[in-house]
T-cell receptor, first 113, second 111 residues
């Protein structure tokens, strides 16, 4: 595709439910990041995938958060037992490799009621 | 804690004026300093970036000034236009890996 694609664009869920957010990176991009953007805040790093290397999960805020990347392409961010403080925009970004610019998707706006 | 501190939180400038956004960092290992522009409902997009071996980089109306000794860098938007109204984020990283972002500055350009 032309850019990083994220789905859904909006997600409203009840507290305690699990959600899955999807990211389709730009074809050929080996690096993939997930960031979280809360209202009035900067972007908070969550997790990083690069090729076949073990992911850098150092930014995941709790064990309710997990992510996987299948076949080096599509990635899914899963939040279990959602809490109201999880409400934010979740952004995915990809790059051709390290040392190249990040391309962001338009994000998934998650609202936990 | 936030590794990159950005100010101001918001600013309003008249069309044709200069917008200035400042960022400061502590980690002297940072070697890549990009600025991202974000419009409502969109993801951030790379605007301009600098490395610490230069003190200034200009691309069109956008200029980054970098002061390594002060650990500060800034974005100047010259001849600001209504289409420049957006949120701007500074960021920093080591080897282009795992960017740390500032909190963002919302710029409003009045016609």
């Amino acid at each position: 595709g032309a850019g990083v694609s994220q789905s859904p664009s909006n997600k409203v869920t009840e507290k305690g439910k699990d959600v899955e957010l999807r990211c389709d990176p730009i074809s050929g991009h080996t690096a993939l990041y997930w960031y979280r953007q809360s209202l009035g805040q900067g972007l908070e790093f969550l997790i990083y995938f690069q090729g076949n290397s073990a992911p850098d999960k150092s930014g995941l805020p709790s064990d309710r958060f997990s992510a996987e990347r299948t076949g080096g392409s599509v990635s899914t961010l899963t939040i279990q037992r959602t809490q109201q403080e999880d409400s934010a925009v979740y952004l995915c970004a990809s790059s051709r490799q390290d040392n190249s610019p990040l391309h962001f998707g338009n994000g998934t706006r998650l609202t936990v009621t | 804690q936030q590794q990159v501190k950005q100010s101001p939180q918001s600013l309003i400038v008249q069309k044709g004026g200069i917008s200035i956004i400042n960022c400061a960092y502590e980690n002297t290992a940072f070697d890549y300093f990009p600025w991202y522009q974000q419009f409502p409902g969109k993801g951030p997009a790379l605007l301009i970036a600098i490395r610490p071996d230069v003190s200034e980089k200009k691309e069109g109306r956008f200029t980054i000034s970098f002061n390594k000794s002060a650990k500060q860098f800034s974005l100047h938007i010259m001849d600001s236009q209504p289409g420049d109204s957006a949120t701007y984020f500074c960021a920093a990283s080591i080897n282009d890996y795992k960017l740390s972002f500032g909190a963002g500055t919302t710029v409003t350009v009045r016609a």
